[in-house]
C-alpha cells in the first residue's frame, strides 16, 4: 500500500501526531511506501511565514483574538460555506498539494492538520476513479468543526466524548473511532528513571515538578517560577525552555529556593516525564496525551481561549489535572496538592485515560477501513 501523511507546521502538536504515524505505519507494515508531507513544502515564502509564525503570534500577544475566532468558526455550517468558497477561488499552493498527491497516488491520506482535509475534499471531485481514503486525526480532546468534511471516510479521535461530539454533530458513527491521539512509541518504553535522576542530578527525597514552556518557549515559564519560589514545602524542578534560547539563559541565571534544573529543546521527553510527579504546562492536545500515556497529573495555569481551554475542562472533569487562572494563585493551590496526597489519585485518573497505543490503533483503523476496497 501506499500512504500519505500529511500535515502542517502550526504548532508542534500536528508535527509530532504526524511523526507517530509515521513511525507506527512503518513498524506494522514495513513492505507499505509511507511518505510525511509538510504543507508549507507548497507555499510561498511569504505565505509560509505568515501561516507559520502567524499563529504562535497571536496566541502569544492575543489569545482573546484567536478564542474568538475558534468559537466563531467552530461552526459546521459556517465551515462548509467557507471550504466551497476557497475551493472555487484556488491558490497556487493548493494546486501544488493536489499535483503531488496525484503523482504519488496514495490508497490513504491521514491528516494530522484540518487544512490536508479540507484541499482534498476539492481534489476528490477530480480524482480519476476510487479516491484515496481520506482520514481525519483530530489532534485534540475537542473536534472542531474545521475537522469535518464531506469527503472524510475516517474520523480517529482521542476519547469517546470526542466522537460523541462529531456524531452529534453529524458525523456517521461508523466513520468514527476513538483511537486517542497519535504519540511517538517511547512514551509506552520501560524507563530507567533511576539513571534520568542520576543523570539530571536530581535528589530521590524530594518530588519533581516537570515545567513546560512548549516547544517555541512561548509558556509563563518566568511567572511559574517565580511563583514556585513563594512555596516553602521542598521540591525539586525541571523545566524545560524549547527553542527559546533566551529564556533559557535568563533562567538559567536566576538563584532559586528548590533545586532547579533549566534545559532548552529536548528529544527524551518520555524520561523526564517518568521522573516526574506532577507536570506544569499548557494543555496541549500531544502534550497532554504524553503525559496521560504515562500516568502524569498536569497543572495548568490559564491555557489559551478554544482548544486549550477545551482540553482543560476534559481533563479537570476526569480528575487527572488542576487548574488556576491567575500566576499569584499558584503557591497556595499547589502547596495544597502536594500535601495532600491527592496527587496519587490525579495519577491514576490520568493513567486510566491515557492511550500509549494510540497511533497503532489509528493504523489499525486504516487498515480496516482500507480492506474492502483492496478486495
Not at 72 to 98: C, Y
Request: glycine letters at 6%.
Amino acid at each position: 500500500m501506499r500512504i500519505l501523511i500529511a500535515t502542517i507546521t502550526a504548532g508542534a502538536g500536528h508535527l509530532q501526531a504526524a511523526a507517530a504515524l509515521h513511525e507506527a505505519w512503518q513498524k506494522l507494515h514495513p513492505a507499505d511506501t509511507v511518505e510525511k508531507i509538510d504543507l508549507l513544502t507548497f507555499f510561498s515564502p511569504l505565505h509560509k511565514k505568515i501561516y507559520s509564525e502567524g499563529y504562535v503570534k497571536l496566541i502569544a500577544h492575543a489569545p482573546e483574538l484567536w478564542g474568538m475566532m475558534f468559537n466563531k468558526m467552530d461552526n459546521p455550517t459556517l465551515v462548509k460555506k467557507l471550504a466551497k468558497w476557497k475551493t472555487a477561488i484556488g491558490s497556487n499552493s493548493s494546486r501544488k498539494f493536489a499535483r503531488y498527491v496525484k503523482q504519488f497516488k496514495p490508497d490513504a491520506v491521514l491528516c494530522t492538520h484540518y487544512l490536508p482535509v479540507e484541499l482534498l475534499g476539492g481534489l476528490r471531485k477530480k480524482w480519476p476513479g476510487t479516491p484515496p481514503l481520506t482520514v481525519s486525526i483530530v489532534t485534540d480532546f475537542e473536534a472542531h468543526a474545521l475537522w469535518m468534511e464531506a469527503n472524510v471516510d475516517l474520523y480517529c479521535v482521542a476519547a469517546e466524548e470526542t466522537k460523541a461530539r462529531l456524531i452529534a454533530r453529524g458525523a456517521d458513527p461508523g466513520k468514527v473511532v476513538a483511537t486517542g491521539i497519535p504519540i511517538a512509541a517511547k512514551f509506552s518504553a520501560k524507563i530507567d528513571a533511576v539513571a534520568v535522576r542520576k543523570r539530571y542530578g536530581l535528589r530521590d527525597d524530594l518530588p519533581v515538578l516537570l515545567v513546560l514552556s512548549g516547544g517555541f518557549g512561548m509558556g509563563p515559564v518566568a511567572e511559574i517560577l517565580k511563583a514556585l519560589d513563594q512555596i516553602v514545602r521542598p521540591f525539586q524542578t525541571l523545566v524545560v525552555a524549547g527553542r527559546n534560547e533566551e529564556l533559557r539563559r535568563e533562567l538559567a541565571a536566576q538563584d532559586r529556593r528548590h533545586p532547579t534544573h533549566v534545559l532548552g529543546f529536548v528529544t527524551n521527553m518520555e524520561e523526564l516525564m517518568a521522573v516526574s510527579e506532577l507536570l506544569i504546562t499548557k494543555p496541549g492536545g500531544l502534550t497532554t496525551s504524553e503525559a496521560l500515556a504515562m500516568g502524569k497529573p498536569l497543572f495548568i495555569l490559564n491555557p489559551i481561549p478554544g482548544q486549550e481551554a477545551a482540553n482543560s475542562d476534559f481533563l479537570l472533569e476526569r480528575g487527572a489535572a488542576a487548574k488556576v487562572t491567575r500566576a499569584e494563585d499558584l503557591p497556595f493551590r499547589l502547596d495544597q496538592l502536594l500535601a495532600s496526597g491527592k496527587l496519587s489519585e490525579m495519577a491514576a485518573a490520568a493513567k486510566a485515560l491515557g492511550r500509549a497505543e494510540a497511533a497503532d490503533a489509528v493504523c489499525r483503523a486504516v487498515t480496516e477501513h482500507l480492506a474492502p476496497r483492496r478486495e
